[in-house]
RNA sequence: GCCAGAGUGGUGGAACGGUAGACACGCGGCACUUAGGAUGCCGUGCCUGCGGGCGUGGGGGUUCGAGUCCCCCCUCUGGCACCA
């Protein structure tokens, strides 16, 4: 008898489980408590992968806890079928994306099931379907009523592979998220959701997520939003009626604003041009535009810019100051244009240096200037004038006092500014949810009405799909011209698709009624089950679908349609798979398919590898890890089950008191480890339990003995929570008719949980020189004379003096000489 | 450069300010075996004169007592990166 069978236990179960129907969530109202437990649906690229394998064992480690405890569990699967691979697939094969991606999700699904994740099949759907996306779009429209989608024309980033734009949130280090190539600028007219709304609104509410969401996900989320306080200030433009107003989080420094500097591309450089140099500021606008990202993002590049041959008014000194374009200053933040204070800033100073500007000197030297082409070019100044006053200030207050000058004369005013840009949702792709807008030359922009919902996608397929920089639905003329729904005249529909997290906004409120037919969501349904109780993910979603799945919440809000501001109550982010040191991939070579593992260790075995491996949060290198010795635990698991002799039903009271502490202890930590997402430690507990019951058996009570029964049946319970199939296993053995996954919880008996003895340290200086058994409740006094009568004590000590002992009893005594 | 987080045996990792290294992997030994890559048992931080000494990246500090708290430094990982 080695062991059991691990595959046909699967085949077994599996079929077992699904006539059990175990894990349907109930939307009736009862006394039990209700959980959601959410994972983040999948996108059916392929197979599952070894990611896949460690967030569903994590996942479905908490989500079956909670169907233990006894609560009315929401546990939900679905599929984010629109994008990119599917569509390219479809090129290369020369078929619908529909095809390929029915075909994953099929794939998946099976994975998913024979994982034995405890999803509620029942509320599975996709984002390509119809009735959801017919949603997404009702949805876009609400958006667009309330002016939180519109559209405009603007420098867009450009992936030239994939022939599309991308948000800022999918340009990595300059190249495209999803293929690496570089990416471009293109000036396009495109959709925008107005996320920087509610940039501020981002930032506060993360007061509640603080302590449930990890910390690090919190601050990659506060710096992507960027707030910093500053102040405008308005610069007249000489000659003109105009100014030009910038934004500086240094207006303590606008004594030594000596020029200024417009972005190239924002308009306003072509605007403030003089006739002489507009040739000079077309040319360089060219250049600006041939740069790729990466050019532009390297801050080893000289400076470069070009004079616009106008200048301004410094409002503080009264002196006119040159305007400057220069691609060193972004069109899309702030005001697009910045007073320079080279004094103070080494961008500005670098930009001074390079077309010999002056430098003026108002706190002191920015760190690392070039001293010597310092000293000699700049003078210090005095930060004052006949109003105001700033010399001897620190940064802060010459900062309120500059910034109140400056709005009592209405030259500028105190303001924030964020990072944060919109949210540019067009794609120029087919294989997405089409925006349901219908452009009419006589009226506009023109919401499709929403009983002519869902606005379809037209039925291409193969070549019809290449990219060619405008949409696949621009071709399918039939399908874009259209009425107009208002005037009835001639018009055409919008040729671009959302963004796919679009999609993935808003999937986690479709779960709660997923066939509702009235509006995207029950909101009795969501009032039910909202928001998540956890949500388990990986931190790359950080400043993409997690922050939009907020912003999507808050307008819901503000709609009316949800009654809480933030959808993720609790937020676990858990580690990558990596091997041998490094992510895994072909060009490494170092990858890991999952589905192998499966097949040679076993679903129970790879899911109890992921768990013990390390905290959730942290990497995990499969190189390390021995799938094999988990099996061999499992085995050794079961083999407790099948030694057992004592008969079902048998009261343990009376049992092996040693070994039904160890248990209840076992059951004890067990739940406070899990509750504190110390899962590697629970599964290290329940080894614990293996051990002490295998000696008990072996060396101990004797396999008759009700404590070796109530310790299998509690290791059955516990594992199940991460070897759902053992534990059904051993379940069965035990005499007890499935499924161990309801079996509920165990209790520990407060009785068996207190100490019969505990060790006492005894230290000399802080240095463990003796341990004694003592009885828990062991005064001080006593503890104290046995401690200084231990020989090593006395051995340690010598013939020094006693000078001070302390004790913490029982476990504990310090002397001090 | 700025902002986070982390440095513990050969390895993954444990440790309410109170026994450093739980639990595993690996390794060594023993038993059972025709055999074992099965199973069970024992051992396993380093040094040692077997009394003990040294050990949580380095250096200081607080404390009766520091892996844990504070300060400085080093290294690594992640995020942002010409954001005015």
């Given at each position: 008898m080695d062991g059991y069978d691990v595959k046909a236990a699967q085949e077994r179960w599996r079929k077992v489980w699904d006539e059990l129907d175990l894990f349907r969530a109930d939307d009736r109202d009862d006394e039990r408590g209700r959980r959601y437990a959410l994972t983040m649906f999948s996108y059916p690229s392929g197979d599952l992968h070894m990611g896949h394998g460690e967030v569903m064992a994590l996942h479905d480690l908490l989500a079956r806890y909670w169907v233990q405890r006894g609560f009315n569990v929401l546990n939900p699967i679905a599929w984010d079928s629109f994008g990119l691979p599917a569509e390219n697939a479809a090129i290369r094969r020369n078929e619908h994306p529909a095809r390929f991606t029915f075909d994953n999700i099929e794939t998946q699904a099976e994975s998913l099931r024979r994982y034995a994740?405890?999803?509620?099949?029942?509320?599975r759907f996709h984002t390509s379907d119809p009735d959801y996306y017919r949603w997404t779009q009702w949805l876009f429209l609400r958006f667009f009523e309330r002016g939180m989608a519109y559209r405009r024309e603007s420098f867009v980033n450009w992936c030239p592979v994939d022939q599309t734009v991308l948000a800022n949130e999918q340009v990595v280090g300059g190249r495209c998220?999803?293929?690496?190539s570089v990416v471009t600028k293109r000036e396009l007219t495109q959709w925008y959701f107005k996320i920087t709304a509610y940039a501020q609104r981002l930032l506060d509410d993360m007061a509640q997520l603080e302590g449930r969401w990890p910390e690090p996900l919190l601050t990659i989320q506060r710096n992507w939003i960027g707030r910093s306080e500053g102040a405008y200030v308005d610069f007249a433009v000489e000659g003109t009626d105009e100014s030009i107003r910038v934004f500086t989080t240094?207006?303590?420094t606008l004594f030594g604003a000596t020029f200024l500097v417009v972005a190239p591309e924002g308009g306003l450089g072509d605007r403030l041009c003089t006739p002489e140099q507009r040739s000079a500021l077309q040319a360089y606008l060219e250049q600006v535009k041939r740069a790729t990202e990466i050019e532009r993002l390297s801050t080893e590049r000289p400076k470069t810019g070009v004079p616009l041959g106008a200048s301004a008014v410094n409002?503080?000194?009264g002196e006119r100051i040159p305007i400057w374009a220069a691609d060193?200053?972004?069109?899309?933040?702030?005001?697009?244009a910045i007073m320079a204070v080279p004094g103070e800033d080494q961008r500005d100073w670098e930009f001074a240096a390079a077309y010999h500007l002056p430098i003026v000197r108002t706190v002191q030297p920015p760190e690392g200037f070039d001293n010597a082409a310092y000293a000699g070019a700049g003078t210090s100044i005095n930060s004052a004038n006949d109003e105001v006053d700033l010399n001897g200030l620190g940064v802060e207050a010459a900062t309120a006092r500059i910034i109140d000058w400056l709005e009592a004369r209405g030259h500028g005013e105190r303001t924030v500014n964020y990072r944060l840009r919109d949210w540019?949702?067009?794609?120029?792709?087919?294989w997405g949810c089409p925006i349901p807008i219908v452009h009419c030359p006589e009226c506009g922009e023109v919401a499709v009405p929403d009983?002519?919902?869902?606005v379809l996608l037209p039925d291409l397929r193969g070549a019809d799909l290449?990219?060619?920089?405008?949409?696949?639905?621009?071709?399918a003329t039939g399908w874009a011209r259209t009425p107009c729904p208002?005037?009835?005249?001639d018009a055409e529909r919008d040729t671009d698709t959302m963004d796919t997290f679009v999609d993935s906004s808003w999937y986690f409120l479709r779960y709660?009624?997923?066939?509702?037919?009235?509006?995207?969501?029950d909101v009795e349904a969501v009032r039910r089950w909202?928001?998540?109780?956890q949500y388990i993910g990986g931190?790359?979603?950080?400043?993409g679908h997690l922050l939009y799945s907020r912003f999507f919440t808050k307008v819901l809000y503000d709609i009316g349609m949800?009654?809480?501001?933030?959808?993720?109550t609790r937020m676990l982010n858990q580690g990558q798979v990596i091997n041998r040191g490094a992510r895994m991939s072909k060009s490494k070579g170092n990858g890991v398919d999952l589905g192998e593992q499966l097949e040679r260790y076993g679903v129970d075995a790879v899911r109890l590898t992921m768990v013990f491996a390390?905290?959730?949060e942290d990497d995990v290198d499969w190189a390390d890890m021995s799938p094999a010795g988990s099996l061999r635990f499992l085995q050794r698991a079961w083999r407790l089950a099948n030694d057992v002799a004592c008969p079902p039903?048998?009261?343990?009271?009376?049992?092996?008191i040693g070994l039904r502490r160890t248990t209840h202890h076992t059951v004890r930590d067990a739940t406070e480890l899990i509750e504190a997402y110390r899962f590697n430690v629970f599964v290290a507990r329940v080894m614990e339990l293996v051990n002490a019951t295998r000696k008990a058996i072996d060396s101990g009570c004797?396999?008759?003995?009700?404590a070796v029964r109530e310790a299998a049946e509690t290791v059955s319970v516990l594992l199940s929570l991460v070897a759902p199939y053992t534990a059904e296993e051993m379940w069965a053995a035990l005499g007890?008719?499935?499924s161990v996954a309801t079996a509920g919880w165990p209790s520990a008996e407060p009785a068996l949980l207190v100490e019969q003895s505990v060790t006492c340290v005894v230290q000399v200086q802080g240095k463990v020189r003796a341990r004694l058994e003592v009885?828990?409740?062991?005064?001080e006094v006593r503890l104290r004379e046995l401690a200084l009568a231990e020989p090593a004590v006395r051995r340690a000590l010598a013939d020094r003096g006693v000078r001070n002992v302390i004790v913490r009893a029982p476990r504990l005594v310090n002397v001090v000489v």
């Amino acid at each position: 008898m080695d062991g059991y069978d691990v595959k046909a236990a699967q085949e077994r179960w599996r079929k077992v489980w699904d006539e059990l129907d175990l894990f349907r969530a109930d939307d009736r109202d009862d006394e039990r408590g209700r959980r959601y437990a959410l994972t983040m649906f999948s996108y059916p690229s392929g197979d599952l992968h070894m990611g896949h394998g460690e967030v569903m064992a994590l996942h479905d480690l908490l989500a079956r806890y909670w169907v233990q405890r006894g609560f009315n569990v929401l546990n939900p699967i679905a599929w984010d079928s629109f994008g990119l691979p599917a569509e390219n697939a479809a090129i290369r094969r020369n078929e619908h994306p529909a095809r390929f991606t029915f075909d994953n999700i099929e794939t998946q699904a099976e994975s998913l099931r024979r994982y034995a994740v405890s999803f509620d099949w029942s509320r599975r759907f996709h984002t390509s379907d119809p009735d959801y996306y017919r949603w997404t779009q009702w949805l876009f429209l609400r958006f667009f009523e309330r002016g939180m989608a519109y559209r405009r024309e603007s420098f867009v980033n450009w992936c030239p592979v994939d022939q599309t734009v991308l948000a800022n949130e999918q340009v990595v280090g300059g190249r495209c998220e999803r293929c690496g190539s570089v990416v471009t600028k293109r000036e396009l007219t495109q959709w925008y959701f107005k996320i920087t709304a509610y940039a501020q609104r981002l930032l506060d509410d993360m007061a509640q997520l603080e302590g449930r969401w990890p910390e690090p996900l919190l601050t990659i989320q506060r710096n992507w939003i960027g707030r910093s306080e500053g102040a405008y200030v308005d610069f007249a433009v000489e000659g003109t009626d105009e100014s030009i107003r910038v934004f500086t989080t240094r207006p303590d420094t606008l004594f030594g604003a000596t020029f200024l500097v417009v972005a190239p591309e924002g308009g306003l450089g072509d605007r403030l041009c003089t006739p002489e140099q507009r040739s000079a500021l077309q040319a360089y606008l060219e250049q600006v535009k041939r740069a790729t990202e990466i050019e532009r993002l390297s801050t080893e590049r000289p400076k470069t810019g070009v004079p616009l041959g106008a200048s301004a008014v410094n409002p503080a000194t009264g002196e006119r100051i040159p305007i400057w374009a220069a691609d060193y200053v972004l069109a899309d933040y702030g005001t697009g244009a910045i007073m320079a204070v080279p004094g103070e800033d080494q961008r500005d100073w670098e930009f001074a240096a390079a077309y010999h500007l002056p430098i003026v000197r108002t706190v002191q030297p920015p760190e690392g200037f070039d001293n010597a082409a310092y000293a000699g070019a700049g003078t210090s100044i005095n930060s004052a004038n006949d109003e105001v006053d700033l010399n001897g200030l620190g940064v802060e207050a010459a900062t309120a006092r500059i910034i109140d000058w400056l709005e009592a004369r209405g030259h500028g005013e105190r303001t924030v500014n964020y990072r944060l840009r919109d949210w540019l949702l067009s794609r120029q792709r087919y294989w997405g949810c089409p925006i349901p807008i219908v452009h009419c030359p006589e009226c506009g922009e023109v919401a499709v009405p929403d009983d002519q919902l869902p606005v379809l996608l037209p039925d291409l397929r193969g070549a019809d799909l290449a990219p060619r920089g405008n949409s696949p639905l621009a071709a399918a003329t039939g399908w874009a011209r259209t009425p107009c729904p208002r005037c009835g005249g001639d018009a055409e529909r919008d040729t671009d698709t959302m963004d796919t997290f679009v999609d993935s906004s808003w999937y986690f409120l479709r779960y709660c009624s997923p066939r509702y037919e009235d509006g995207p969501f029950d909101v009795e349904a969501v009032r039910r089950w909202m928001p998540v109780d956890q949500y388990i993910g990986g931190i790359e979603h950080a400043t993409g679908h997690l922050l939009y799945s907020r912003f999507f919440t808050k307008v819901l809000y503000d709609i009316g349609m949800v009654d809480f501001v933030e959808p993720f109550t609790r937020m676990l982010n858990q580690g990558q798979v990596i091997n041998r040191g490094a992510r895994m991939s072909k060009s490494k070579g170092n990858g890991v398919d999952l589905g192998e593992q499966l097949e040679r260790y076993g679903v129970d075995a790879v899911r109890l590898t992921m768990v013990f491996a390390g905290p959730p949060e942290d990497d995990v290198d499969w190189a390390d890890m021995s799938p094999a010795g988990s099996l061999r635990f499992l085995q050794r698991a079961w083999r407790l089950a099948n030694d057992v002799a004592c008969p079902p039903g048998v009261d343990p009271v009376g049992g092996d008191i040693g070994l039904r502490r160890t248990t209840h202890h076992t059951v004890r930590d067990a739940t406070e480890l899990i509750e504190a997402y110390r899962f590697n430690v629970f599964v290290a507990r329940v080894m614990e339990l293996v051990n002490a019951t295998r000696k008990a058996i072996d060396s101990g009570c004797g396999p008759a003995d009700p404590a070796v029964r109530e310790a299998a049946e509690t290791v059955s319970v516990l594992l199940s929570l991460v070897a759902p199939y053992t534990a059904e296993e051993m379940w069965a053995a035990l005499g007890h008719d499935p499924s161990v996954a309801t079996a509920g919880w165990p209790s520990a008996e407060p009785a068996l949980l207190v100490e019969q003895s505990v060790t006492c340290v005894v230290q000399v200086q802080g240095k463990v020189r003796a341990r004694l058994e003592v009885p828990p409740g062991i005064d001080e006094v006593r503890l104290r004379e046995l401690a200084l009568a231990e020989p090593a004590v006395r051995r340690a000590l010598a013939d020094r003096g006693v000078r001070n002992v302390i004790v913490r009893a029982p476990r504990l005594v310090n002397v001090v000489v």
